[in-house]
């Protein structure tokens, strides 16, 4: 493991959302190292609005700085004042202000050259606000690939993300298609597929969700963001064919590009979409499941995808159907993939009569090697090669 860095990831969601590959890296990195976790800049006309409907004073406008969220693991939020965007004079001085404030809330806890890691294409402006002893670009996803992008938005992305690839000493991607998609031949790259908490899931009593206590089994679960990137056409089928399961979805829901489907899907009574629970409260959730779904559309996102939940459903001991996606595919041994509605109602039901304690055991040995803690040590041994081949001065 790594030891005695700073670093400061910058992340493109709060740290109190649900639980992502950042937040398990940072929170185990922190135990021998220091972690600052960079919250989500403001935007000028986010804040603007705001303060328009009072939801906070003007004297709040220079809230934020670093918050302690355990030992050696800190967030920080920039102030108000220094939020991106507006005219060009203006951004030059709020950026400046950006940097400073940041330099000086790490120069508080002795960190002066971190270890600086961005993950999306818009933090572009933020790659020289600090003196990078590293500099590390986490691509998670293909963000060139999600849905709501313009075609000029996606020029612009396209092009921050080569200059973030070309500022970088180190690439990590989550999937051998990202790697190949973004950095084919590029010695910077480096593959850190996504993982599991197996320990949450062995080494804790079972406790069920008291939520879904009282729903009729069996329950064929999902965990995770509940937007585009599922096939909620094939979920209402199957909800509609099959009365007699319990389809639940536990996530944050993105309505976007597919409000309609959500609406439709929520009036089915054998589903419910609940709202996203605390990181420790998962495998409560993903235990109480009968059956662990991936239904994901393939779509050029998916393809790119790690999944999450394949890790946590099989550490669970879970049958598992899943869309035919790469991030599912490398189990193939361990659960069953489906394509069209025929195929997802037969690999269902066959995974619910053969769920025995011989195939939860198998299940379990199949993630032993794809655990955090296997995960961060390969981090350790990138990062370490990073530096000692790092010239800059």
């Known amino acids: 493991m790594i030891r005695g860095e700073t670093f400061v990831y910058y992340g493109p969601e709060p740290w109190q959302s649900m639980w992502r590959n950042r937040h398990q890296l940072l929170s185990r990195l922190a135990r021998t190292n220091r972690a600052v976790y960079v919250e989500p800049r403001p935007y000028v006309d986010e804040v603007i609005n705001r303060l328009r409907r009072r939801e906070f004073g003007w004297a709040e406008l220079a809230a934020g700085g670093l918050l302690p969220e355990a030992e050696n693991l800190w967030i920080y939020r920039v102030p108000r ?38 993950s999306t294409p818009t933090q572009l402006d933020a790659r020289f606000d600090l003196p990078a002893l ?3 670009y986490h691509i998670v996803d293909d963000y060139l690939a999600y849905h709501d992008l313009s075609d000029a938005q996606q020029v612009a992305w396209a092009r921050k993300e080569h200059d973030l690839i070309d500022w970088a000493d180190l690439v990590i991607a989550v999937s051998p298609e990202l790697m190949a998609s973004k950095g084919a031949g590029n010695r910077k790259f480096r593959l850190l597929p996504n993982a599991v908490d197996a320990a949450a899931y062995r080494e ?13 089994r069996p329950i064929l679960g999902y965990i995770g963001l509940i937007s585009v990137r599922l096939d909620l056409a094939l979920l209402d089928a199957l909800a509609v064919a099959h009365p007699e399961w319990t389809l639940v979805l536990v996530g944050a829901i993105a309505r976007s590009g597919c409000g309609e489907l959500l609406d439709r899907l929520g009036t089915r009574p054998n589903v419910h979409l609940l709202p996203p629970v605390p990181a420790n409260e998962v495998p409560d959730y993903v235990r109480a499941f009968d059956m662990g779904l991936v239904p994901y559309r393939v779509t050029r996102e998916t393809i790119h995808a790690s999944p999450l939940k394949v890790y946590e459903y099989l550490a669970a001991g879970l049958p598992v159907v899943a869309a035919d996606v790469p991030g599912a595919r490398q189990f193939v041994d361990v659960l069953a993939m489906a394509s069209a509605l025929p195929e997802w109602e037969a690999a269902i039901a066959a995974g619910l009569a053969q769920h025995t304690p011989e195939m939860s055991t198998a299940r379990r040995r199949a993630i032993v090697a794809h655990t955090w803690e296997a995960r961060v040590e390969t981090l350790s041994d990138y990062l370490t090669e990073a530096l000692a081949g790092n010239t800059r001065p």
Do not use: C, D
């Not at 005219?87 to 971190?114: D, E, S």
């Not at 804790?204 to 009729?216: D, G, T």
């Open 81 to 118: 004042y220094a939020a991106l965007g507006g005219p060009p004079p203006m951004r030059a001085v709020t950026h400046a202000l950006r940097r400073g404030h940041l330099r000086r809330a790490l120069a508080h806890i002795g960190a002066v050259r971190p270890i600086v890691w961005l």
């Open 204 to 216: 804790r009593p079972v406790r069920e969700a008291p939520v879904l206590a009282e729903l009729p």
């Open 134 to 136: 590293l500099r590390v």
